[in-house]
């Protein structure tokens, strides 16, 4: 597909970041030329390689809104890539989003791109989306053009701190009744982004990125013991009873809460939900959990855990 020269240059906040540097790999790859690519960053010195082709690396810190203005002008396109746990846990996150926001808009940025979370919604169970809720309607409300990304969870975090573990311990405690989620891979999740990056009719939409299946526990279940050729036994519990049993198991304490609070999610429904965009976006078929698995799985378990949000 030709690439409309008046959405060019398109930028992507957060460069270092694990989603934005698939992100500008996929647009690189469909034929952004790298002059019409710019990058922000607080750590310009880790985008040597995309540096190297060209393309235009610049200091930006949502923290410190002096950096934002200089550094979103001339963008036609803008990404904003969400801000971390970290930073939800210590209220800083919707503020980020304003002052990014705000400085587009001073910018003269004429169209925003955001990457929230499933069913974002005031009232979700899943209380680190509210503030992907707000998110939305500080685009919606900024004058701009936006279209949102509603991305659905990635299974890596998932596999890190509760699946590896009931591999390892043969046992998986489960507590999302018959509740589904809809996991996508992060790949899969950058490759629908890029299409609407260089989207032509996407204005004033809200894309669910979903993968293509929705999942129950009994589903994770049956793919774990099929990629781990290991008998792993399935232990149905009640939210408030999961936290206890994950730490059990070896889940690290700051985490197991928070299965618990999306297991609640998942019963409401808040992760349910499935589309066919994420593959009209991004031209291709999107993994299954269990195919993302049968390659995923053995690396994890050869290596020591990561940290809590990693
Ligand atoms: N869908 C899911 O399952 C899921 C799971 C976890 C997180 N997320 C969301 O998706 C986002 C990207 O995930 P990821 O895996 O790429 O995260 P990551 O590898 O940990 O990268 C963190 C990202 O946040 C940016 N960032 C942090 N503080 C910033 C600040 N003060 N100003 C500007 N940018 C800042 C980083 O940019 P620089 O370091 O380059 O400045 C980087 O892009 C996360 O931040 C989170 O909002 C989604």
Known sequence: MAIDPAILPILVT????KLARLIVRELLVRGVPPAGLIVTT???KRLGEFAALGV???DADNDRPETLVEAFRGAKRLLLVSGTPEAFLAGVRVQQHRNAVDAAIAAGVPHLFYTSA????????ADAHVDHWKTEQMLKESGADWTIMRHWEWPDWHLEH?????????VYYAASGDGCIAHVTRPDTAAADAGALLGTDVAGKTFDITGPERLTARTIHAALCR???????????EPDELAAKLLETGTHPDTAPV???????????WYDGFSE????LAGRTRETVGEWLASELPMVLARPPLGPWD
Not at 118 to 125: Q, V
């Open 14 to 17: 957060g460069g270092s970041g």
């Open 42 to 44: 607080r750590t310009p």
């Open 56 to 58: 235009e690396i610049r």
């Open 118 to 125: 499933p069913n974002a919604d005031p009232n979700t169970a």
């Open 162 to 170: 509760h699946w590896r573990h009931a591999v390892d311990r043969g």
């Open 227 to 237: 990629a781990s050729g290991r008998k792993i036994e399935l232990v149905e519990l």
């Open 259 to 269: 299965f618990a609070m999306m297991a609640t999610a998942i019963r409401e429904g």
């Open 277 to 280: 965009d994420p593959e009209v």
